[in-house]
């Protein structure tokens, strides 16, 4: 029973670094989102997928980047971190539409830059 | 500013007290969900509400939409120390999900 998959669960880096959060899911759900959750914010989403082929900003898209790889796997890129990217990275994914689905969350992945 | 204001954003009860967490926002949503969070792992549903109005129990927790579709409670009757957690109210708008800033609840023994 995987559901969501993150990798990495944590990561430390440099101001001006690059890395790319991997994100899978074994439910065939159609639905695939970004958030970053940071202290007193909740969660923000930074990008979301409604299907296979397509991407869509978010509330927070400034400074990364997705790619829906195909229907399991939705990947997010940080170019070039920055402190202010510090916080914790969740992918979730859903079966249903228009936002009314459940979302199923991977673990989250802690990133700190330094 | 945040689309979904919850309120308080801390709670720190007794065992055994009543609590109401709201969820409130100038927009209209299509639904309204309850995630709560612990330490470490990614949210996990509680529930949906669809219709103004609706109102429904999961056990000790009560969950409401408001009539006009822009606001929700949470009411948990007889706290315990499990009920310990974030709880976060998030609302569909546009193909996606906005999150409230959370409620941090402590129930203590």
């Known amino acids: 029973n995987a559901g969501v998959t993150q990798t990495p669960k944590f990561q430390v880096l440099k101001t001006g670094q690059s890395m790319t959060l991997q994100c899978a899911q074994d439910?065939?759900?159609?639905?695939m989102y970004w958030y970053r959750q940071d202290p007193g914010m909740g969660l923000r989403l930074i990008y979301y997928?409604?299907?296979?082929?397509?991407?869509d900003k978010g509330e927070v898209p400034n400074g990364y980047n997705v790619s829906r790889l195909n229907k399991r796997e939705f990947s997010l890129r940080l170019e070039s971190a920055a402190p202010s990217q510090t916080s914790v990275y969740f992918c979730?994914?859903?079966?249903?539409?228009?936002?009314?689905?459940?979302?199923?969350f991977g673990e989250g992945s802690r990133l700190t830059v330094l | 500013t945040q689309l979904l204001e919850q309120s308080p954003q801390f709670l720190s009860i007794q065992e055994g007290e009543n609590l109401t967490v709201y969820c409130n926002s100038s927009?209209?949503?299509?639904?309204l969900q309850w995630y709560r969070q612990e330490p470490g792992e990614g949210p996990v549903l509680l529930v949906t509400v669809v219709t103004g109005g609706e109102v429904k129990k999961l056990k000790r927790l009560t969950f409401q939409f408001g009539d006009a579709r822009k606001d929700s409670s949470l009411h948990i009757t007889a706290a315990q120390p499990g009920d310990t957690g974030l709880y976060l109210c998030a609302g569909g708008q546009g193909g996606k999900l906005i999150f409230g800033q959370g409620t941090e609840l402590s129930v203590k023994p």
């Open positions: 979730a994914s859903s079966g249903g539409r228009g936002g009314s689905g459940e979302l199923f």
């Open positions: 439910m065939n759900h159609n639905s």
């Open positions: 927009s209209v949503f299509s639904s």
């Open positions: 997928s409604a299907s296979e082929g397509t991407t």
